[in-house]
């Protein structure tokens, strides 16, 4: 973490520094090191290196590893077998293929689920969305992701449609690895999105194939109702300028 990219930590780092005691739980580490992340002072590819962390914390490393264990889960960091943790990097356009392939599996997923799906299946469904809400108040990123692809990935089986469920098998870790699902740095009420798995799961009761299966899709390539406060950070392109006749 000696790159002029990842100076800005450091500074965090310092200037954290009283804030935290040997009795630190790894909570607010990986607090620390996740905001690292969105704001770009620990930028894509730098390594973090949990020693230096910990002695400039002037903390043990135990709550340190805690916390980037964590964020690897959460699909924010990336472990190479020798070499460490390091910022995952991901291409927007490599994200935006992803969702582009997702979609037509959830529209299908969806219209074929709509004909066989069960009193049994809904409330497996539901539970899975209660599920999403108590990750949200325990403030645990990681079990929403979990929870959330669990959803789809039961939506895909209840379709009855072997290949379909095995290319979803095939594709869903690209998705979660690509942040094509469940994205972690979604800056959006979580609440709001487990509702609208709620919302997902009534219109699968409802029975209405066509209704379910343009909601699945809108979901999957991201123009469903739960704004994401990202969107509204991204700079608008200037109006290209008129020829003048």
Do not use: C
Not at 32 to 60: C, H, K, M, W
Not at 76 to 81: A, E, N
Not at 95 to 104: D, G, I, K, S, T
């Amino acid at each position: 973490m000696a790159s002029k990219a990842s100076a800005g930590f450091v500074t965090t780092l310092a200037t954290n520094k009283d804030r935290f005691r040997k009795t630190l739980i790894s909570d607010q580490v990986y607090e620390l090191l996740r905001t690292a992340i969105v704001e770009g002072d620990l930028a894509p590819n730098e390594r973090v290196v949990e020693s230096e962390i910990a002695r400039r914390l002037g903390v043990s490393q135990a709550p340190v590893r805690e916390a980037v264990k964590q964020l690897a889960r959460e699909g924010l960091l990336m472990h190479v077998p020798r070499r460490g943790h390091f910022v995952i990097e991901i291409s927007s356009q490599d994200a935006e293929y992803a969702r582009q392939v997702r979609e037509p599996l959830e529209r299908l997923a969806a219209q074929l689920a709509t004909g066989r799906i069960t009193e049994e299946h809904l409330s497996e469904l539901d539970a899975l969305v209660e599920q999403m809400h108590d990750a949200v108040a325990a403030n645990d990123v990681s079990r929403f992701r979990d929870v959330d692809i669990e959803f789809h990935t039961r939506v895909a089986q209840i379709a009855g449609n072997p290949f379909l469920a095995r290319m979803w098998e095939v594709i869903e870790p690209s998705l979660r690895a690509l942040r094509a699902i469940s994205d972690p740095l979604f800056e959006g009420d979580r609440h709001a999105m487990a509702d609208e798995h709620g919302r997902l799961v009534s219109l699968l009761r409802a029975g209405d194939a066509d209704v379910a299966a343009a909601a699945f899709a809108d979901h999957a390539a991201g123009r469903g109702p739960v704004p994401d406060a990202r969107a509204a950070k991204k700079p608008r392109k200037a109006p290209a300028a008129r020829k003048r006749k």
